[in-house]
């Protein structure tokens, strides 16, 4: 085995088990919101696993369309969460900054 099948090995082991982690807290968590920051977490999975394609097909159109979906689901992938989660508040009580003046006095 060369280095580059091991460091892929490697780095696809690592992104799969931060999946398996993610989806293992999705499904212990009972909070809605609680559940969006394990849904953060697998972007890094996500990206582990597009350079563990990059390093075993080098610089190719595979390697390169993997490499930049992990980027942009790293980059965005929290985006989308708050946006998400601005929703599900303005869901359950209208406006997404209700009560968020009586949240500030209580912390004060």
Do not use: C, N, Y
């Not at 394990?38 to 394609?53: D, K, P, Y």
């Not at 159109?61 to 930049?68: C, E, P, Q, Y």
Request: glycine share 8%; charged share 20%.
């Amino acid at each position: 085995m060369s280095a580059r099948h091991v460091a892929a090995t490697a780095l696809l082991a690592a992104g799969a088990s931060i999946e398996v982690l993610a989806v293992i807290g999705l499904a212990a968590l009972r909070d809605t919101f609680d559940r969006l920051h394990v849904v953060g977490l697998a972007t890094f999975g996500a990206l582990l696993v597009g350079v563990a394609v990059a390093v075993r097909e080098s610089f190719s159109l595979i390697g390169d369309k993997a490499l930049a979906t992990g980027v942009l689901l790293v980059v965005f992938g929290p985006v989308l969460v708050h946006t998400t989660a601005r929703s599900l508040r303005t869901r359950e009580r209208g406006d997404w900054r209700a009560d968020i003046e009586q949240h500030r006095e209580e912390d004060s």
